[in-house]
T-cell receptor
Framework: GAVVSQHPSRVICKSGTSVKIECRSLDFQATTMFWYRQFPKQSLMLMATSNEGSKATYEQGVEKDKFLINHASLTLSTLTVTSAHPEDSSFYIC????????????????FGNGTRLTVT | AQTVTQSQPEMSVQEAETVTLSCTYDTSESDYYLFWYKQPPSRQMILVIRQEAYKQQNATENRFSVNFQKAAKSFSLKISDSQLGDAAMYFCAYLGLYSGGSNYKLTFGKGTLLTVNP
């Protein structure tokens, strides 16, 4: 079964509103989470990396005030798209792992099933 | 900057035949991890195979194997005895530190769309 639950799977919202996407690890402590955006027929573009209890590290070009990432607990990270616009419509995917990422890293990376966001 | 390059946007293979998907990457790090992921139309990310850079032995998982050439920074995926269910988008991914940074990142190539012909 799924070890990372991402919710909602689909959401439609009106322009100007905010949408929260949850990524929850079900049976492990997610010390690190990655958030991605994927346009149709394109690759996964890394938006930010978050470590539990720390501020997220955003990739260049990603507006941190628009895409708020919170990783307050070891089992939950959220991505909030604030004041959404039609150009924010996309597929968003989270990935979670546990254990320190280093030379001894041997933990699996688990992906959520993604959230399709449509902004009208 | 670290980049992952997949030079084959599309590939096709006959059922039961073998196909190789290419991936190269650029890094100045010595410790990192490489992955191949499969993404079917459902968009679920499915791990195909994983390789630790410090391991010289090429990873294998049943019909899937890699040719990891660390010096050449090449990480190709070979699919043997291709099956119809192998048809999907395949992404090569790199997990490691970035130059001058202290955070690990997981970044993906642009993908190769694999078609399996019956």
């Amino acid at each position: 079964g799924a070890v990372v639950s991402q919710h909602p799977s689909r959401v439609i919202c009106k322009s100007g509103t905010s949408v929260k996407i949850e990524c929850r690890s079900l049976d492990f402590q997610a010390t690190t989470m990655f958030w991605y955006r994927q346009f149709p027929k394109q690759s996964l573009m890394l938006m930010a990396t978050s470590n539990e209890g720390s501020k997220a590290t955003y990739e260049q070009g990603v507006e941190k005030d628009k895409f708020l990432i919170n990783h307050a607990s070891l089992t939950l990270s959220t991505l909030t798209v604030t004041s959404a616009h039609p150009e924010d419509s996309s597929f968003y995917i989270c990935s979670a792992t546990f254990g320190g990422l280093g030379s001894s890293y041997n933990s699996p990376l688990h992906f959520g099933n993604g959230t399709r966001l449509t902004v009208t | 900057a670290q980049t992952v390059t997949q030079s084959q946007p599309e590939m096709s293979v006959q059922e039961a035949e073998t196909v190789t998907l290419s991936c190269t990457y650029d890094t100045s790090e010595s410790d990192y991890y490489l992955f191949w992921y499969k993404q079917p139309p459902s968009r679920q990310m499915i791990l195909v195979i994983r390789q630790e850079a410090y391991k010289q032995q090429n990873a294998t998982e049943n019909r899937f194997s890699v040719n990891f050439q660390k010096a050449a920074k090449s990480f190709s995926l070979k699919i043997s005895d291709s099956q119809l269910g192998d048809a999907a988008m395949y992404f090569c991914a790199y997990l490691g530190l970035y130059s001058g940074g202290s955070n690990y990142k997981l970044t993906f190539g642009k993908g190769t769309l694999l078609t399996v012909n019956p």
